[in-house]
């Protein structure tokens, strides 16, 4: 009854880990090398030297430039209390500047006890930062801007990047600008006399390497030694846990994990129904079933499902339409089909079984109907089946998987011939 308990705390321990963002990302915060090691020394020096800065942090979607920014303010917020204001916008929701300027205004209110008018101006909520950034600096206070989705800021006249930019270029002013965007490209986005205002700095975000996924494998999944958990518990929980990131089986389908989303935010949520499936009442452990479970319902394929039900002669088909391909024949046509998979008969008249034109035909429609292949051309310009442009949208590795599956209906080396 106690290790069945445990149990259910581990559960809810490790749920929790998965969508704290600050807890996650904490694993990576000692490395000096680090993202966030050089951010905190980016912002730590514009707060102790009381200087403005701007910054971009830039990468693909899910690799933690909000968290650990996120992380970062948490820790200054603590070192430097009552010396940091914090204002967040976010592209996606105050792109235009009049509403952005509202907003920073309305935080800016917030955050000192003043009274927010909502009838005010764009040039009264401008005049009004400006006078705060003014303020915020003889009271030895610094202002941090944080833009998320920095790229749509970057539309239209882009007059909250200058009026912020230039406003910094006081020495009466103390603040920084931390732009967060999933393109690259974001500093050339800007605007001439906003460039020229902005320090050019830039952090790059990427997705964990073997060694940081390791590290944060160990760190979200092990049990906390020094914690209300029988030790005996830990102890066997955490030597599952290593045997399981050991395991050629774990390796291979973090592997096929990271080729379809190699973000931190698609391996939490693959972490996150890993441990849902961990059964409660008998092993009361992580397993390898567990984390394979979760694989299954991640990379699920209607595609090879459809397949499934494929006969022999619509498999001919698929396969005659990807020899086309294969033979980088762009453009190509039921007829073209037909040619092909007459060719394929009479090359192996032994193996291969020649089935009627119109049968074919019929099978043709099936697959379409399917999903399975699908007309280029409009319905309109060429009424015939047989003479619109048709596209295969299968891969080759769906349709192997396929042909291995209806081993019964076509024999291996049929298969290897088709294939071939």
Known sequence: ???????????????SRICNPNFVFSALSD??????????????????????NSV????????????????????LQSEHPETISVVRLNGILHSDDNYALKEIARQLCLEHDLEFSKMASSDDNSQFMIAMLQKCGLDHRTLIFVLDEFDLFTQGKQRLLYCLLDAMQSVMSQAVVVGSSCRLDADQLLEKRVRSRF?????LFLPPSKEDLQILLEHILSLPTDSSFPHDYVVEFNEKVHCILGDQR?????????????SVNNLLRFLFRSICNMDLKESRFLSI?????ASKSIHQQPKLESLQDCSTLEHYILVCMK?????????????SVMKEYKDIHDAFPVYVTYYERDRCLTAFEHLEQ????SFEDVRGQNPSVQFRSVKLLVSSHQLQESLKANSSSIPGKIRTLLMS
């Not at 490395?31 to 403005?52: A, G, H, M, R």
């Not at 971009?56 to 820790?75: A, H, M, N, S």
């Not at 774990?250 to 190699?262: E, H, Q």
């Not at 079933?289 to 479970?293: G, W």
Request: glycine residues 4%.
């Open 323 to 335: 020899r086309l391909e294969t033979k980088e024949q762009n453009s190509y046509n039921f007829n």
């Open 250 to 262: 774990f390796k291979a389908i973090l592997t096929k994990l990271s080729d379809a989303d190699s």
């Open 1 to 15: 009854m106690e290790t069945s308990t445990a149990a259910e705390k581990a559960l809810i321990l490790l749920r």
């Open 370 to 373: 399917r999903g399975l292949i």
């Open 31 to 52: 490395k000096p090398d680090s993202n966030y090691s050089k951010l905190k020394f980016l912002l730590s020096s514009s707060v102790t030297e009381s200087c403005n």
């Open 199 to 203: 320090s050019h700095r830039k952090l």
């Open 289 to 293: 079933k567990n984390f394979e479970t």
């Open 56 to 75: 971009l942090l830039l990468g693909p979607r899910g690799c933690g430039k909000i968290p650990v920014l996120e992380l970062v303010l948490q820790d």
